[in-house]
């Protein structure tokens, strides 16, 4: 088998089983959808839905010092982090560059799981090994030792009820605890990537085909159904959230993001990126960058990655995703757009869809928000 040939997840044979449409995503051969992608959106935003995220990538951080090497590596305060917490931070180059965001899980007092994405996974890897050095503090490369299945929407908390005695009531948005799962031995995740409620469980590649059976049969009477990359794609973007390689890059700071709350500077020590992002916070402050908002489409036309936004026949920006939202029924697009045409409301916004200027509306983000 070549290198360049794609990976396949532990539930691989069952995606195609269920007649998934398969697609290379980041090295991985993954579920795009198995039937309708708008019918799977729409089941996660009223009932539930089923994803593999197996191809996420994993790296366990133990050892006396691990807290204080995330602290240096990552931006966040990550020594502050509880067990059986999680937080969601980035991993920055030394000119403030975002190399990933991340999920960082504090399974124990001196154990810690780094959740990257697919497409990072390996520089993720490589910054952090490389980082550790001098630190009393071990990096594992623990990609192959889990595969991850998520349930989200609002029966979710129900049919993951159904399988397992752990205390899901008591396990806050950003938690995670160990328990086990239709007999299987899961650590349990309140977290996702839809704008639900939902639950992110890992579990040994050997026993996720089992699981995946379990949540299928607990969420029949619901109207669970298995979903694919498509239809996560519009339910982080209708959430305003961002995807690397979009809304994030080496070329963009967290300033520059909109998510620089995220950049801890009254942590103690140094961490890689601290000079080069406080300079980058105070130009954000005395000249804000591009701001990243919401357009929603007054026509039909789909907004794609790389359209220019234009206001009085002048670029102001550029669309970072766009799609047909199910949920809102119109064409969405998050964008960067210079900060006198950010306000929500701004006259005149355009985008430029092969030389027609389609006229968009300035929103905050999200587009959606759920009802708590």
């Not at 994993?58 to 691990?66: D, K, M, N, R, S």
């Amino acid at each position: 088998m070549s290198s360049n040939a794609p990976r396949h997840t532990a539930l691989d044979a069952l995606h195609r089983s269920l007649g998934a449409t398969m697609t290379d995503f980041a090295g991985w051969d993954m579920p795009l959808r198995y039937g309708s992608e708008r019918d799977e959106h729409l089941a996660v935003r009223t009932k539930a839905g089923l994803f593999d995220l197996s191809h996420m990538g994993e790296i366990t951080v133990t050892g006396p010092q691990a807290a204080a090497l995330l602290n240096y590596a990552l931006v966040g305060n990550i020594a502050s982090v509880g067990v059986g917490r999680a937080r969601y931070t980035m991993i920055c180059q030394e000119d403030g560059g975002i190399l990933d965001d991340l999920i960082v899980y504090r399974l124990a007092e001196t154990e810690y799981m780094v959740v990257a994405n697919a497409s990072n996974a390996q520089v993720v890897l490589d910054a952090l090994t490389e980082r550790a050095d001098g630190f009393d503090a071990e990096v594992r490369d623990d990609r192959d030792a889990y595969a991850l299945i998520a349930v989200q929407g609002p029966e979710s908390p129900g049919i993951l009820k159904s399988l397992t005695d752990a205390d899901l009531d008591g396990l806050k948005y950003y938690a995670g605890l160990p328990g086990t799962v239709a007999g299987v031995p899961a650590l349990i995740a309140r977290t996702g990537y839809t704008g639900e409620d939902g639950f992110e469980l890992f579990v040994a590649p050997a026993d996720a085909e089992r699981l995946w059976q379990a949540l299928t049969e607990a969420g029949v009477p619901v109207g669970l159904v298995p979903c694919g990359l498509s239809c996560r794609d519009t339910l982080r973007l209708e959430a305003g959230m961002p995807l690397y390689g979009h809304e994030l890059t080496t070329s963009l700071t967290p300033f520059d993001a909109g998510l620089g709350r995220v950049v801890k500077f009254e942590k103690e020590g140094d961490f890689v990126g601290r000079k080069a992002l406080e300079a980058a916070a105070e130009r954000a402050e005395k000249n804000p960058p591009r701001v990243l908002v919401g357009l929603i489409a007054e026509g039909r036309r789909v907004p794609r990655a790389g359209y220019t936004v234009v206001a009085d026949g002048t670029v102001i920006g550029e669309v970072t995703s766009g799609a047909p939202s199910p949920t809102l029924g119109k064409p969405i697009a998050i964008a960067y757009v210079d900060a006198a045409h950010a306000a929500p409301g701004s006259a005149g916004v355009g985008v430029d869809i092969r030389g027609s200027h389609e006229p968009y509306e300035v929103v905050a983000l999200p587009f959606y928000k759920r009802q708590k």
